[in-house]
């Protein structure tokens, strides 16, 4: 098999002319670049039109002997709760003489896979070729999924250790990242489920096992169940924020209380001597040692028997 970057309409014609099939990968072209390419291997105009615009979701089109396959390849940010635009959209054209491939720059995962076809001597199919450039697309996930396996545990970390606003607003852009890569896996995946067929009975392609394929729908699967777990996994971080907010509230609420309380003694007494001034000071308070022992001794000491039940009660100090 031929890899080709570029557009060179005589190579491609003598590729044809021999029956030797190829692979055109070509990145971020123009709309004039598509049209001539489309004209020069027969594309269906409405493949031109999709692959010019972009913007079309997970799909399988057939035109006679050749196929669109609209893939949603995903691309990786650190951190990951801050990739507004974790996917990268791929075309695909099929055919038994060719497979071109249409992607911007920012999707660089094909790049592996072209180096390690053009370093391997052993001869194969034509189906294993399709097959392992589509797997490179389906498996630029699986970084992603990894990198949100270690941000979910360092959030749910930060949230036990007192996290705030910052853990918050991570939760919810981790939400949106999964919602993202699931509305693009689900169609994949049912996709592989049901066409996958489609692909591999391609007019021209070599046979060859129909494996390769059920092996990707295979990886769809995992994917999609790993999201949904990271999912449950993020809803969990929220219920933890809020039940992490609501015992410092409740710790709050209860230091509050025992302030309250240990004044409310301290209140009566000064209430009482207060509204008992002039008969205090002529029959109780008559020297400064009753003052202190009657008057404020009497606040001390109640306030230290609060304190003190208090603790005997448990109320007070770590709840470890």
């Not at 995903?74 to 249409?102: K, Q, R, Y």
């Not at 970084?143 to 959030?155: A, H, M, T, V």
């Not at 907010?245 to 609420?253: D, F, L, P, Y």
């Not at 020297?287 to 028997?305: K, N, R, T, Y």
């Amino acid at each position: 098999m031929r890899i080709l970057d570029s557009i060179d309409e005589t190579l491609i014609a003598q590729l044809r002319g021999q029956g030797e099939f190829f692979w055109l990968d070509l990145v971020s072209p123009s709309a004039d670049e598509i049209q001539r390419l489309g004209t020069l291997l027969g594309w269906h105009p409405l493949s031109i039109e999709d692959t010019q615009r972009m913007g079309q979701r997970p799909k399988l089109d057939v035109y006679g002997e050749g196929a669109l396959l609209v893939l949603q390849g995903a691309v990786e940010l650190h951190p990951e709760d801050e990739n507004d635009h974790p996917l990268e959209e791929v075309h695909c054209h099929l055919s038994g003489e060719f497979i071109v491939t249409v992607h911007s720059e920012r999707f660089q995962d094909l790049r592996q896979v072209r180096a390690l076809l053009e370093n391997s001597t052993a001869p194969k199919t034509e189906r294993y070729y399709v097959y392992k450039i589509i797997d490179v697309i389906v498996d630029s996930y699986f970084p992603i999924l990894s990198d949100l396996d270690e941000e979910i545990n360092g959030l749910e970390d930060a949230i036990v250790a007192g996290g705030g606003r910052k853990e918050l607003q991570q939760t919810f852009g981790l939400k949106r990242l999964l919602l993202k890569l699931r509305r693009a896996v689900v169609p994949m995946r049912d996709l592989f489920a049901r066409q996958a067929e489609v692909i591999t009975d391609l007019a021209g392609l070599e046979a060859d096992s129909h494996d390769y394929f059920r092996d990707i729908y295979d990886h769809l699967i995992r994917i999609t169940d790993e999201i949904d777990g990271y999912h449950e996994m993020v809803s969990g971080c929220t219920d933890l924020y809020l039940s992490t907010v609501a015992n410092r509230q409740g710790e709050t609420s209860k230091q509050l209380a025992i302030i309250a309380s240990i004044f409310l003694p301290l209140s009566f007494l000064t209430g009482f001597f207060g509204m008992n001034f002039d008969w205090s000071i002529a029959h109780v308070l008559s020297g400064p040692w009753s003052f202190f022992l009657l008057g404020i001794g009497s606040m001390v000491i109640s306030g230290a028997i609060m304190w003190w039940w208090f603790r005997h009660k448990g109320w007070t100090g770590n709840d470890e």
